[in-house]
């Protein structure tokens, strides 16, 4: 049995930040129906194309284990449809445009009278307020919850990051407002509208630097490498290039073979705990115990004066090295993995965590498996569906439609076109 199982969702996300959603909801057991438009479908599904014909990895890697269902929700039929969807389902999820479900004639209000126990859960860019009817894409959000300005080296541009904290991250966010939703429909039978805007959510995610922020009115932030610079800081929290964010300075720091290899790259982190295995490995036995080096306090002005001469030792080590010479001492190192390491990692596909995936149009693929794990609910990572690949069984398993109801759902054209 999975954790969810028996929890049927209406998924009528698009793009990246819903079907983040919807896709952890299949993988914990629940009956993900996606609802896309018919013949056109997600747009993910032709962007970016590298195989001719074929849905694109953006939209194969977003939506494993749902069911996709054609259905035009501005058509009457498609709107009486979608109100059988709405009796039957435990959970809608949306990322629409701010006011497109209203448009369509499903206002909150309206999906409530039509089944109280559903959870309505959307993501948008911003929250009530002056932005609140704004489109946002993941940079976007990046940019608005403050990580753009805390992201990149000081006497650079703000920069947004590669891991999509505003899509995915909200997602996540998203997820998790709807189990506790029907945890909490447990005991009151209700169901409730479940809301999260990728600003906050990318705000989450940049919690410690409002620490920072509020910290600088105590003074000057001394783990900063620009403190040991002598630069001043301003009345924002800084960019702060590759600092640790926490009390323990770290840096990337070059690795053999960086002249070439541009990921040839450790992380080091000096953590106070294991300075004195720090130095003896680097080859400084004299740091600790010499005035200045042996505090961590009376470090903090000579960062890059340490870590230039840590770095001085990485580069004569490969970045493995450095993990297999720094790990049994307890030093924390983490090599700078590329996309093509992490692609023939061996021991991520052993967890799942990479899965390898057969698709009709496409051929096997490698994807991101489930990355949370529960141990009385292992996930089968499956293809996604092909666009309108289960509106019959949906309309006739999930619906209850049969004989002339069902050729005149079929006939209305709000189904798309009819599939065997
Ligand atoms: C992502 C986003 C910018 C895309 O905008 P978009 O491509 O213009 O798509 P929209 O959500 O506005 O939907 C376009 C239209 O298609 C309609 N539509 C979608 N599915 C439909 C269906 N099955 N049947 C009929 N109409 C449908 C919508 O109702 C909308 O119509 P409207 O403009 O008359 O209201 C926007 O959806 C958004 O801001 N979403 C919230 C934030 C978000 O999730 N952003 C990150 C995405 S990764």
Same mark, same amino acid.
């Given at each position: ?12 996300? =698009? ?48 939506? =494993? ?14 709107? &009486? ?8 389902? +435990? ?42 009817? !704004? ?15 805390? @992201? ?8 947004? @990051? ?8 909200? /997602? ?23 809301? !999260? ?14 620490? +920072? ?177 289960? @509106?019959? &069984? ?21 189904? /798309?076109?009819?599939?065997?």
């Amino acid at each position: 049995m999975k954790a969810l199982q028996g929890i049927k969702v209406l998924d009528f996300t =698009h793009v990246q930040s819903g079907p983040t959603c919807t896709q952890l909801l299949a993988w914990f057991g629940a009956d993900v129906i996606k609802v896309e438009r018919p013949g056109v479908g997600d747009a993910t599904r032709k962007q970016l194309v590298d195989v001719p014909g074929a849905d694109s990895l953006y939209f194969t890697m977003l939506n =494993h284990n749902k069911r996709s269902m054609e259905l035009n929700s501005k058509n009457e039929t498609g709107k &009486e449809v979608l109100t059988r969807l709405i009796e039957e389902c +435990d959970v809608l999820v949306e990322n629409f445009a701010p006011g497109a479900l209203d448009r369509m004639g499903f206002p909150w209000e309206r999906i409530q009278e039509i089944n109280p126990r559903i959870i309505m859960a959307s993501i948008k860019g911003f929250g009530p307020g002056k932005y609140e009817d !704004c489109k946002v894409y993941e940079n976007v959000a990046q940019c608005a919850g403050g990580s753009a300005s805390t @992201t990149g080296f000081l006497d650079g541009p703000p920069l947004v @990051t590669g891991a999509q904290i505003g899509d995915s991250g909200t /997602g996540l966010h998203l997820c998790l407002g709807i189990v506790t939703a029907l945890f909490q429909r447990e005991t009151t039978g209700r169901g409730q509208k479940v809301t !999260c805007a990728m600003q906050d959510g990318v705000l989450n995610l940049s919690r410690v630097k409002l620490r +920072d922020q509020q910290r600088l009115d105590a003074g000057p932030l001394k783990e900063y490498s620009q403190f040991g610079e002598g630069v001043p800081f301003g009345e924002a929290t800084p960019r702060a290039g590759n600092d640790s964010g926490g009390g323990q300075p770290g840096r990337i720091l070059k690795c053999k073979g960086w002249e070439q290899d541009p990921n040839a790259y450790t992380y080091f982190i000096i953590q106070a705990a294991v300075w004195e295995k720090v130095c003896d490995v680097i080859g400084k036995p004299e740091w600790k115990t010499q005035d200045g080096y042996a505090k961590p306090n009376e470090r903090l002005d000579k960062l890059n004066e340490i870590f230039g001469t840590i770095e001085q030792w990485t580069m004569t080590k490969s970045k493995f090295e450095v993990m297999d010479i720094c790990n049994p001492h307890d030093i924390p190192v983490g090599p700078i993995l590329s996309m093509k390491e992490i692609a023939e990692d061996e021991g991520l596909f052993a967890t799942g965590t990479m899965v390898k995936v057969d698709h009709p149009e496409r051929g096997e693929y490698l994807s991101v498996g489930c990355p949370i794990k529960l141990s009385d609910s292992p996930v089968e990572v499956e293809r996604s569906p092909l666009l309108g690949e289960h @509106t019959n &069984e949906i309309l006739q398993e999930v619906l209850g439609y049969s004989g002339d109801d069902l050729g005149r759902v079929i006939s209305s054209g709000a189904v /798309g076109e009819a599939k065997t």
